[in-house]
């Protein structure tokens, strides 16, 4: 799964499974023995991306003082963005509910929002964020974050990460 995201990540939609077994070192019929589509592989990395940002999200809850967990969920998430984008852009077109998107996608992108926002409301509740800030509001700048970093100029998304967090009255 690690060279699908990779590949795909780099390449998008022109990414080929031959690619992909080729990074993984294995053969194509591996692939398509554990993913019968290369669709099937696009979602199974998604849904794996999904899961690790999710992960990382309660990490930083459990672990950190709200504002800091916060601060450094978007800082995180920041970075890791263009590759989620990249993966969630290769899946089918779907409305604001998910509609359109495979089960386990609709699944894995709903315990992920619901993480996103258990760490703004803990944020709130100890006066580190703005109180009318929303998680639809922190996935639209994530998004928006995302679709405009390139990696390679991190003193940039480093500058706009702060300017975000100013704005959603994230001390840091």
């Known amino acids: ?9 780099a390449k998008g939609a022109a990414a080929s499974t031959e690619e992909v077994a080729q990074r993984a070192g294995v053969s194509i ?11 099937d592989l696009i979602e199974a990395t998604a849904v794996r991306c999904l899961e690790k940002l ?11 003082e709200p504002g800091t967990a916060l601060a450094s969920m978007v800082r995180t998430f920041a ?8 993966l969630l852009d290769l899946l089918p077109p779907h409305g604001a509910d998910g509609e359109g998107l495979s089960r386990p996608v ?4 709903d315990v992920f929002h619901a993480a996103v ?14 109180p009318e800030v929303t998680g639809d509001d922190i996935s639209l700048l994530l998004r928006a ?6 990696l390679a100029e991190a003193e940039a ?16």
């Open 106 to 109: 609709a699944e894995a992108a």
């Open 1 to 9: 799964m690690l060279a699908a995201e990779h590949v795909f990540a």
């Open 79 to 86: 970075a890791a963005g263009p590759v989620k984008m990249t």
């Open 145 to 150: 974050l995302a679709h405009a970093t390139d």
């Open 54 to 64: 999710t992960a990382e999200a309660l990490r930083l809850t459990d672990r950190e």
């Open 117 to 130: 926002e258990g760490t703004l409301r803990r944020a709130q509740a100890a006066g580190a964020a703005r």
């Open 157 to 172: 998304l480093d500058r706009a990460v702060r300017i975000v967090l100013d704005g959603l009255g994230v001390p840091r």
């Open 29 to 39: 019929a591996t692939v398509f023995r554990n993913f019968a589509t290369k669709q």
